[in-house]
């Protein structure tokens, strides 16, 4: 969508200035213009303050803060200069136009998708303005009419290279791959030094497997005069394809931009005190860690903890803040740790996370960090990740439950599926196979199937019934999303989980289950390796090119023939389920 602050929209302001009436405040206009231009909002702020406290009509004036706030990542504050820059310069298409851009990463999709309609109405062939409208409406899930109105300019005004830009973008969501790759290089091919599109190239290399060539795109892009948000992105993309590469300490090193205020996606932490910064020494120290991103990825970097706690040793005191529905397996499996919960908010559209239990202050803390910032501290090589399994434990009891629970219910080896995130974008959900690539798993004779998923599958248990005459068990009295806990117990139980990566799979993975785990080429998790160093005891089947899962789904269904012998009767798995249970 373009920034407010880009060496177009800073050319418009300046010219802009010629028409201010007050001449004192041109001079810290074109300063304030000067800062922005040179990433220092701050700066262009205070000049902007200054200048309307000469003239407190300057509709420029306004909307330079507005634009110098909106970099400052203060959106609230800079909404309300923006309004204010909109009394003075009632429909100028410029200030409608970052307004509509700040209501879209406010997330106020349908309010931006108004303001560009407006911006329309008066310049009906603005090609920013039709790329601004599309990918508002793509936002709110309309996404086939977003393409129809791109492809219907592009047909008309064919060299407008943002937009062939957005174009593939939205391909590349609906899965043709192919085609966003061609629209990339078209766009690339009228405007070569159009950086988000080399970025978002990048980006399409790394998702279809190729990080090395998808690294070499971003850090093409990286050469360009950027907004600060779209550096932010580019470098946590090349993160990603370092990490996908197995350059494992460079990636971790890019990966921390993920905390940058100018990050889309950056979180919050309301957390009072110092923050650790990578590299200190933790001996003695007592330190909060807050989970962070997505509650698998809290189980994920979970893997670090062992060796958080051997490093701040006897004299140390580890404090966790967790997703509330961990809380309870955490302080089983790490009894020396003082577990709380976290709790996030949006607040004017960034995600704020807080501990409510630390809210009043607490002396205990010395520091603090985000869980994932560590991971550069402990797991800076592949052989720094540990071979010994489950560094989570749910209640022997619970295991046993479920183990004589199944054993009453099912005969055979037991298997727990997981085939959907989630998280159902359309984004997101290109990566996880359709539910009928799972037929030929389905159909190994003498395995019983358990599900795992904890949202809606009514309908592809159906399916499962119906087309396939197999009958997937779903195991009674346990809330599949909420008891976390249980669900640890249940996978301990089985014989072995098959699925994708979401929050269940890396739980019974934390935990030690045996696990087999299907992934696209483009994950960055394996870490360029052909195994999964999170979990030792995980097998890891990988499609061959972006979208290929018929091999993987026949490769797995041999495999389980192998593991379980062709009848299904099989051989007991190498660990017991209740060893596994107790750690």
């Not at 003239?55 to 400052?72: F, M």
């Not at 108004?114 to 899930?141: C, M, T, W, Y």
């Not at 580890?318 to 577990?339: D, G, N, Q």
């Not at 197999?470 to 909420?482: M, T």
Request: net charge negative; hydrophobic share 45%.
């Amino acid at each position: 969508m373009g920034s407010s602050a880009s060496s177009d929209a800073l050319k418009l302001l300046s010219e802009g200035l010629a028409e201010q009436r007050n001449r004192l405040v041109v001079p810290l206009l074109d300063r304030a213009v000067v800062h922005i231009k040179a990433h220092e909002p701050e700066k262009a702020a205070a000049l902007a303050l200054e200048a309307l406290g000469i003239d407190e009509r300057s509709g420029i004036g306004w909307h330079i803060l507005a634009i110098a706030q909106e970099a400052c990542g203060d959106f609230t504050t800079s909404l309300s200069c923006y309004e204010a820059a909109l009394k003075l310069l009632p429909d100028n298409p410029d200030v409608l136009t970052n307004l509509g851009r700040l209501a879209f990463r406010m997330g106020m999709h349908a309010v931006a998708e108004q303001l560009f309609l407006h911006v329309l109405s008066r310049k009906p062939n603005d090609a920013e303005g039709i790329n601004n409208l599309a990918l508002a409406i793509a936002s709110q899930g309309r996404q086939q009419q977003a393409i129809a109105m791109l492809k219907d300019f592009i047909s008309r005004h064919p060299t407008y290279a943002n937009l062939w830009n957005s174009l593939a973008g939205m391909l590349a969501e609906e899965g043709d791959i192919e085609n966003a790759r061609v629209f990339y290089r078209e766009a690339l091919r009228l405007s070569p030094r159009l950086a988000r599109a080399r970025y978002n190239l990048g980006s399409l290399l790394l998702d279809t497997g190729d990080p090395r060539s998808a690294l070499r795109e971003v850090e093409s892009a990286l050469q360009r005069p950027l907004a600060a948000d779209e550096k932010t992105m580019m470098t946590m993309t090349r993160g990603l394809a370092q990490l996908a590469m197995g350059s494992i300490a460079e990636g971790w090193r890019n990966y921390e931009i993920r905390n940058d205020i100018n990050f889309p996606e950056c979180t919050y932490f309301a957390v009072k005190g110092p923050r650790w910064e990578p590299g200190a020494p933790l001996a003695g120290v007592s330190l909060l860690l807050v989970g962070e991103q997505g509650l698998g990825d809290e189980v994920l970097f979970a893997n670090i903890l062992p060796d958080v706690l051997e490093s701040l040793g006897p004299e140390g005191r580890l404090i966790l803040a967790v997703e509330p529905r961990l809380a309870t397996l955490m302080s089983r499996s790490f009894p020396a740790v003082r577990v709380e919960t976290h709790r996030t908010i949006d607040a004017a559209g960034r995600f704020v996370r807080l501990v409510p239990a630390l809210d009043a202050g607490d002396t205990e803390i010395g520091c603090w960090s985000p869980m994932a910032s560590l991971l550069g501290q402990f797991r800076c090589r592949v052989e720094d990740f540990p071979l010994k399994t489950g560094y989570l434990h749910p209640a022997p009891e619970r295991v046993a439950h479920w183990r004589e629970a199944l054993a009453d219910a099912l005969s055979g080896p037991k298997v727990g599926l997981l085939w959907k995130s989630g998280v159902t974008t359309r984004g997101r959900s290109r990566f996880f196979s359709p539910f009928d690539a799972w037929e030929p798993v389905l159909r190994t004779p003498g395995v019983t199937f358990v599900n795992l998923q904890y949202d809606d599958c009514e309908a592809e248990l159906q399916l499962a019934r119906e087309r396939y005459g197999v009958e997937i068990w779903n195991p009674p009295g346990i809330d599949l999303k909420q008891d976390l806990d249980d669900v640890t117990a249940l996978s301990c139980a089985l014989d072995l989980v098959i699925g994708f990566s979401n929050a269940t799979f890396n739980l019974a993975a934390a935990a030690g289950a045996p696990a087999w785990l299907i992934a696209p080429k483009g994950v960055w998790t394996p870490l360029g390796t052909d195994r999964y160093p999170w979990y030792p005891q995980v097998r890891l089947y990988q499609t061959a090119a972006y979208a290929e899962w018929a091999p993987v789904m026949a490769k797995i269904a041999a495999d389980l023939r192998v593991e379980f012998g062709a009848s299904g009767s099989g051989r007991a798995p190498e660990d017991d389920a209740s060893d596994r249970a107790g750690g």
